[in-house]
């Protein structure tokens, strides 16, 4: 059962300088019962896509169904039947991580021993119980994104988005968070997530799609879409010498597409890296062009994105 499903979904913002294109078009089915991941750079139009979807922002144009319930027509439904947890989050401060959870409930029409029993048991599952009864100001940053889970999930809806779940957090507290959302699949609930980390979408999701400048490049699992990138991938370091190391290698009949980046790195897609590299290495020294580094990998995410994109998502996330 597909739980989302848009057409042509798009969101254009007026701005001084003039109309500014977030969304340009986006097609998308997910099936019930997934963890389905949206990976881009920042900018790229997550967000915004997953603001409609979850009837906070308009749609400029196009059409959705959400949860079984149309977007434009029936907002009120998604809302009964979804979870929505943002980047910025939406917990007080001064308050305890149990009265957030009872008032959410209450919010929801819930009776207060309904609310207080719902709190207890989210507590109990994202392991908050020794902090319950502490103000927010207090959690750590991994322990208020797991409240802030707890929030999106108090009237147990089908689906839930997550934006940028794990932005922030240190190692340990993401891979706890990798846990809860796997967890959460587990027991039934739909998982939308929004991500710029290529390692988060590998190892979570079930399906992904890469968007980038509001349209999406490429879907499928992560499997399938290594795939579309034939080959070993080998790295250069070159000293600088980016244009040089680039215009010999590409000659060579075993090198399938050659790039190189501002910083002068060589990006090679060959057909067997372990007999490219000897090869490269030989050809290299002998015109005095030697690499500083050299490096040999199978395709990742980050192949794919640089192939539909032609920049890489690693140096984005660097620069964020």
């Given at each position: 059962m597909r739980i989302i499903e848009t057409k042509d979904l798009r969101r254009t913002f007026k701005t001084k300088g003039g109309d500014v294109e977030a969304v340009r078009g986006v097609d998308l089915s997910v099936e019930a019962g997934q963890i389905f991941g949206f990976l881009g750079p920042n900018g790229a139009g997550k967000t915004t896509t997953l603001r409609m979807l979850a009837t906070l922002l308009p749609p400029t144009g196009g059409e959705a169904k959400v949860a079984g319930a149309d977007l434009r027509t029936e907002p009120h439904l998604i809302r009964e039947r979804i979870g929505y947890v943002g980047q910025g989050g939406g917990s007080s401060a001064y308050e305890t991580g149990r009265r957030e959870l009872i008032l959410q409930g209450r919010l929801y029409g819930m009776s207060r021993a309904e609310a207080v029993a719902r709190s207890s048991e989210l507590l109990a599952a994202l392991d908050l119980e020794s902090a319950a009864d502490r103000r927010?100001?207090?959690?750590?940053?991994?322990?208020?994104?797991?409240?802030?889970?707890?929030?999106?999930?108090?009237?147990?809806?089908?689906?839930?988005?997550?934006?940028?779940?794990?932005?922030?957090?240190?190692p340990q507290a993401r891979a706890r968070m990798w846990e809860e959302v796997v967890r959460l699949k587990d027991g039934g609930t739909t998982v939308f997530l929004t991500t710029h980390y290529m390692e988060e979408a590998d190892v979570?999701?079930?399906?992904?799609?890469?968007?980038?400048?509001?349209?999406?490049?490429?879907?499928?699992?992560?499997?399938?879409?290594?795939?579309?990138?034939?080959?070993?991938?080998?790295?250069?370091?070159?000293?600088?010498?980016?244009?040089?190391?680039?215009?010999?290698?590409?000659?060579?009949?075993?090198?399938?597409?050659?790039?190189?980046?501002?910083?002068?790195?060589?990006?090679?897609?060959?057909?067997?890296?372990?007999?490219?590299?000897?090869?490269?290495?030989?050809l290299l020294d002998g015109a005095s062009?030697?690499?500083?580094?050299?490096?040999?990998?199978?395709?990742?995410?980050?192949?794919?994105f640089l192939r539909k994109t032609g920049r890489s998502l690693r140096e984005d996330q660097k620069a964020a």
């Open positions: 927010i100001e207090t959690y750590s940053g991994g322990m208020k994104r797991r409240l802030e889970v707890g929030l999106g999930l108090v009237h147990k809806p089908q689906l839930l988005f997550l934006d940028e779940p794990t932005t922030g957090l240190d979570l999701c079930d399906r992904l799609a890469i968007i980038d400048h509001g349209k999406i490049v490429a879907e499928g699992t992560s499997n399938e879409l290594k795939r579309q990138v034939a080959g070993d991938v080998v790295t250069l370091g070159t000293n600088g010498r980016g244009q040089a190391v680039l215009d010999l290698v590409r000659q060579q009949s075993f090198v399938r597409e050659a790039s190189a980046n501002e910083e002068g790195t060589v990006r090679l897609y060959v057909d067997q890296g372990d007999a490219a590299v000897p090869q490269l290495l030989r062009l030697a690499p500083s580094t050299i490096a040999m990998a199978r395709p990742s995410l980050d192949d794919v």
